[in-house]
Structures are given as C-alpha cells and as structure tokens.
C-alpha cells in the first residue's frame, strides 16, 4: 500500500469533511443548521488556534512545552476584567495594557528568571517546572481574586450581523477577524523581520545560530513574551463565552494541546487549521449527536461530548509519522541519581516501619489518619520511580491508575475479601497500563505525556462518571485483610501502609539492581543505542508501564482504605500533576524521593485547612488556604536550580557536615580546593604528596623524573 503525503493527508480529510458536511446538509437538518453550528465551530476553535499558536511559538523556539498555557490565559482574562470592569478602564487602554506590556513582560520574565535555568536539564524536569509553575498560577488567581459571580461582556454586546438566518454577534466576528490577524502577524513575524529570521534560526539549529552572532536567549525571551500575549489574548476572548472562573478557563489549554498536534509543535498553519477542525467537531457533535440519553452496552454516552477533543488529541498523535516526533538522539542532562545498595535499602525500611511504629502509637487520631494519607499518596508517586525516574518516560495518569485501583478493590473485596480485592487492584491497573503502554512504543518525551494526559481526561469525563464505576456519588472502599488480622484501627493501618511502603520500595530498588533495571536505564539515556544494540524495547516499556500502573493501583486502593470512600472527583487529571510534581521534587529517581513528595504533599494540604481560621483572622486567608497549591508549585520551579531533587540535597549536606566532624572542624576534602603549590617548600619542606602534585601541575613524566633525580644523586 502507497504511503500517503502530507497532501494526500490532508486531500482525504477534507473529502471526508466535505462529504460529511454534505450529509449533514441533506439529511440532518438542511444548510441552515449546517452553517449556523459551522461558524459556531469557527469561532471557538479560532480561540483554540491563538492559545496553540503560543505554545508552537514558544516550544519552537525554547523546547519546553508550556502546561501553564492555560493559566497564562486565565491570568490574562482575569487582569482584563480588573482593568475593564472593576476600576472602569476604557476597552482599548485596558486591551492594550493587557496585551502589550503587562503580559509580555510577564513571558519574559519567566523566561528569563525560570526557564533559562532549566538548560542541560532532562524534559521531564522541565515539563514538571511548568506544571509548578500552573499550580503557583491557579493559587495566585484564587488569593488575588476569590471566588465569586464575575462576568466579562462581549465586545460590542447586543450588535450582531445576519448571516442566512443566524444572528452572529459582533464578539464572534471579532474572534474570528483577531485570529485571522494574529496568523498574518505570526507570518510576517518569521518571515520579514530579523527578530523572526533569528528565532527560525534558533529552531534550526541553536549553536550554529549562537555561532553566527545570534542571541538564542533574546529570541526565547521574545518568543516567551510572544506566547504570554497570545495566551491572555485566547483567554480574553473566550471568558465571556464561559464563566470567569479560574480552573475551566486553565483546563481550556486541554483543546489547544490538541491543535498544537496538528502542527507538530511546528507549523503554525497547521495549528491555525487544527483548531478550527477542533472547535467544528465540538459543535457539531453537540448539536448532531445526541448523546445525553445514548448508552451502548451499557456504557452511557453523556461523558463522550466533552472528553471529544481529548480523544481526536490521542488519535492525532498515534496517526502523525513516528519518525517526525521523536525529540532527538542522546542528551547530556544535570540530573544524577545512586542507586542504593540492597543493605542500606533494608536498612532505610526498617527505620521507616519502626519510626512509623512509634509514630503510631504516639500521635494522636487526626494526625494518625494524616500521616497514613500522606503514605498512601508516597505509594501512588512511587509507582512514577521505575517508570518516569529510571525508564525516563512520561505519564500524567498516575491518579487514573490509581482510580481502576480503588474500584477493582471495591467490586471484589465483596467477594473473594480484601486481601484479593489488593492483588485485583494491582491487576487491573497493571492491565490497563499495559493497554496504555501501547503509543509509547513509538512516542516519547512531551509527546508521551500529552499521550497518557488524553487517557486521563478521558478515563475521568467518559468510564469514572458511569454509573456502575464511581457514579456521581461516592463509594465505600474497604481495608485489606493479611492473615486473618484486620486493619480497622487507623494506628494498626498505618503501621501496615509502612510495612506495604517498605517492602514495595524494597521491590522497586531490587527491580533496578537488577538486568531488567539497567535495561531501563539505558532506555533512558538513549532508545537509539538500545535498539541498535538489539535491546527489545517493546518489552521492556510495556513491562515497566504494567508494574508502574500495579503500584498505583495497589496505592489507589489504599488511599481509598484511608478516606474509607473515593468518587470520581478523587481521581481527576488535575490531581495526577502535583503527584508528578512532588516526586520530581522529592527525587523521582529514589524511593526516598517518592516518601517526601507524599508526605509533603499532604503537609502543604493539612497546613491550609489548620490554619483557615486563624489566616482568616489574620486577613490572610486567601494565601494560607491555597497554600496547597503555591508551595508545591513554588518548589517546582526551583527544579531549576536543583533537579536532583531534595533527598539528593539533604543526602549531600549530611556528607558534608559527617566530613567536616571527622575532620575535626576542617573543611572537607571537595570544599577545601587546590592545595597552594606556591607557598610550598617555602613555609615547610615539600612533602611527597606536593612533589607529585607539582610534578602532575607541570604536566612531568613521573619516570622521566624519577631517571633524572637519580643521575642528580
């Protein structure tokens, strides 16, 4: 069979859509509903084509994919209506304060204080960075502007235009126009300035650009800028289409993910085309497709409409040429990790379940069931260990994992008991995950992640929301049952949490000393090299994302056994990213790393719900209750400046402080520097140590020395 082009691609499509255009025209309500919901289509995705136009921009020019798009947007849309609305701005001062200088400068300021800093790190570093930098977003809108029933106008509100017979408002016209502009600037941008001409030339090729006299950070500042205003732009336009509220417009970058795909993270017409493709399907499966009231076996159709884009996101990157998305050949990365020997591993297990004993029975109840959530949360991030710190692969589906765990533990617990409700947790998630693993064997890096963040949108808007999974209320999930001792009292479940902990992490550094380890390992560092050196890597992917997806499910499970329910808001998407975002701060490459995210990660959410009242009577409110968000997202994206993690940090500090206490007060060995050759044999004679040192700074040959001291003598 003939390998399509691009232009064969894209012939078929558009045959298909003209076919299905002409369907709906004659059998499907005529041409009037068909032009109505079509320039409905075109305006929404419109919006979707400038809020993907940064991210192409931006990843084109810097290779870091912005998940903090979105929030860009938000914030963008909420300094707008600050201008416009609360003090009475005009429109055009506010726009053009908005678009012009304040978010501009806020893109170069990330960029220049964040982003830059992240050069030589590995992608998963970088992506988690921008992650934090969400979280601190999202806190921040929530702090500066709480919750209420704000509402932004549409341009030109009441004036509209008869097309056939639909009114279309001004405010859509005038989304459709900007877009049109903003693809025609873009245009002119690359192709007829110098700024643009450099910016190309830092996609192609960055050191021979740098070589040339070019300035890669200036183009990155300024594609950063560029990104920034395009995203407070989309956010703008779109906010008085939904409600002004902080999570629906920074979950919106969701869809621009997918236009973005249609451009490879390159073309911008392709990315133009994609978002209208995106913004037609919608309205036309919403207003074709009823699918509110559908089930087919047994399945419910209501959660298909808004997981739509996700879905067309997911086939879009397992339909694009393999070959085009691969992101590069071996990389030389800050981040460095020890393996730990089996010995110290026992060790660190034992002082954990004997701390944690101890703990248990000194505690009081709350803080028991706190520390017991914060180890539950540590098994779900260990299951990120082997798969994203050793095999270097990306998911964003670590609490979907999680939620097929909770469920197999409640359906089957009923029957065979707990204990086989545990193992079926740990089954089905490992199933699943090795379902899942499928696109990785020809995606990687961004592309991977943005691969396994469309199955968790879609795991939570289409199977958790059925009625025989988590429905909308909420289920009962029992605790687990070892050897007829139950585990009802919450000290004896949290002494087995670290007992399960412990003998996992021993699993998952065993697994790592070991061949299928070091196969991991070497995936990480370069697939290329694996597969030419014959390295079967299908397996070897699909056998870390089953035992990845078991250890969050098993911890899915135990969760639910902490909370004593879960429902489908326990498990979304949103959750999986601050579970990525503290392993990788904790150390994603330890399971040492793995026990400080969780435990942090509860402490920062305990720490904003013990202190609401007294924050409140402070008049510090905002900022203590959404602590939760801004301390792991502030740590995040210090990332940049320690990759390694903070177990990497606080193991480094107790060996220099052990080295300055055996030397008795002395400076350690790596601390002191260079012995001062100069000053030798002048204050005392030289020692044998300082000649060779002299000897090795002339750069002598210690025998053709040792020859001519002997015919000296």
């Not at 030589?120 to 809108?141: D, H, N």
């Not at 692969?393 to 670590?398: D, K, Y």
Request: hydrophobic residues 55%; glycine residues 12%; aromatic residues 8%.
């Amino acid at each position: 069979m003939t390998r399509l082009g691009d232009r064969g691609r894209w012939g078929v499509g558009l045959a298909l859509f003209a076919g299905l255009c002409g369907y709906l025209i004659a059998f499907q309500g005529g041409f009037s509903d068909w032009l109505t919901f079509t320039i409905l289509g075109i305006t929404t995705g419109a919006i979707y084509a400038i809020a993907a136009s940064g991210l192409v921009v931006t990843y084109t020019t810097s290779g870091i994919f912005n998940f903090a798009q979105g929030a860009f947007g938000m914030l963008g849309a909420f300094a707008y209506w600050q201008l416009r609305f609360d003090w009475g701005w005009p429109a055009p001062i506010a726009l053009a304060v908005i678009l012009l200088v304040v978010a501009p400068l806020f893109g170069a300021v990330v960029e220049r204080v964040i982003m830059r800093g992240l050069e030589g790190v590995s992608e998963i570093t970088s992506t988690v960075v921008t992650i934090g930098l969400l979280a601190m977003a999202i806190g921040i809108a929530n702090i500066v502007w709480p919750p209420a029933g704000r509402r932004v106008d549409q341009f030109f509100a009441g004036n509209s235009v008869t097309v056939g017979a639909l009114n279309v408002t001004w405010h859509r016209m005038v989304i459709v126009v900007v877009a049109i502009a903003v693809a025609v600037g873009l245009r002119f941008l690359l192709y007829r300035t110098r700024s643009g001409v450099a910016m190309r030339a830092v996609v192609d090729d960055r050191a021979l650009s740098q070589l040339n006299g070019g300035n890669p950070g200036r183009s990155a500042m300024l594609s950063w800028g560029i990104g920034a205003s395009l995203a407070a732009l989309s956010g703008i336009l779109i906010s008085p289409l939904l409600q002004l509220s902080v999570l629906p417009l920074t979950l919106l970058i969701v869809n621009a993910y997918a236009a973005a795909m249609f451009g490879r993270l390159k073309s911008l017409p392709l990315t133009f085309a994609g978002g209208l493709i995106i913004g037609i399907t919608e309205n036309y499966s919403s207003n074709y497709l009823d699918l509110n009231t559908r089930t087919i076996g047994g399945l419910e159709l209501a959660g298909l409409q808004p997981a739509l884009p996700v879905i067309l996101l997911f086939i879009i990157l397992i339909a694009l040429p393999s070959e085009r998305l691969r992101t590069g050949g071996v990389q030389r990365v800050r981040e460095s990790a020890r393996v730990p020997t089996m010995r110290s591993a026992v060790v660190a297990a034992g002082a954990l379940v004997f701390v944690t004993l101890v703990a248990s029975r000194v505690m009081s109840t709350a803080n028991v069931t706190r520390l017991s959530l914060g180890l539950a949360t540590a098994v779900i991030i260990l299951s990120l260990v082997p798969l994203v710190g050793y095999g270097g692969q990306i998911s964003l589906a670590a609490m979907t994992f999680a939620g097929l765990g909770a469920f197999a533990m409640v359906k089957v617990a009923d029957g065979p008991g707990p204990l086989i409700g545990l193992l079926a947790a740990a089954g089905l998630a490992a199933v699943v995950g090795a379902i899942v693993a499928l696109p990785a064997l020809r995606l990687a890096g961004i592309y991977l992640a943005l691969a396994t963040a469309a199955f968790a949108v879609f795991m939570e808007n289409f199977i958790f929301t059925q009625k025989w999974f988590f429905g909308a209320g909420s289920i009962e999930v029992p605790r687990p049952e070892i050897l007829g001792l139950t585990f009802e009292d919450d000290r004896s479940f949290l002494v087995l949490l670290a007992v399960l902990y412990a003998l996992m992490g021993l699993g998952v550094i065993w697994l790592r000393r070991g061949p299928f380890g070091r196969r991991l390992q070497a995936m990480k560092d370069s697939p290329a090299a694996c597969a030419t050196l014959g390295l079967d890597l299908t397996r070897t992917k699909v056998g870390v994302f089953a035992f990845s997806a078991g250890i969050a499910g098993i911890g899915g499970a135990l969760f639910g056994g902490v909370s004593g329910s879960v429902s489908s808001e326990t498990f979304l998407f949103a959750q999986s990213l601050p579970i990525l975002l503290m392993g990788v701060v904790g150390g994603i490459a330890l399971v040492s790393g793995a026990l400080l995210g969780g435990l942090l990660l509860q402490f920062f959410s305990t720490l904003g719900e013990n202190f609401t009242l007294l924050a409140s009577a402070l008049f510090i409110g905002p900022l203590i209750t959404n602590f939760a968000l801004i301390a792991p997202g502030l740590i995040g994206i210090l990332l940049s400046r320690n990759p390694d993690g903070l177990v990497a940090d606080l193991l480094t500090g107790c060996k220099r402080g052990t080295a300055w206490v055996r030397e008795g007060r002395s400076r350690p060995e790596e601390d002191r520097g260079p012995e001062p050759i100069m000053t030798a044999g002048f204050e005392h004679p030289l020692t044998a140590a300082e000649l060779a040192a002299v000897d090795a700074a002339l750069g002598l040959d210690p025998e053709e020395v040792a020859v001519r001291g002997a015919a000296r003598s």
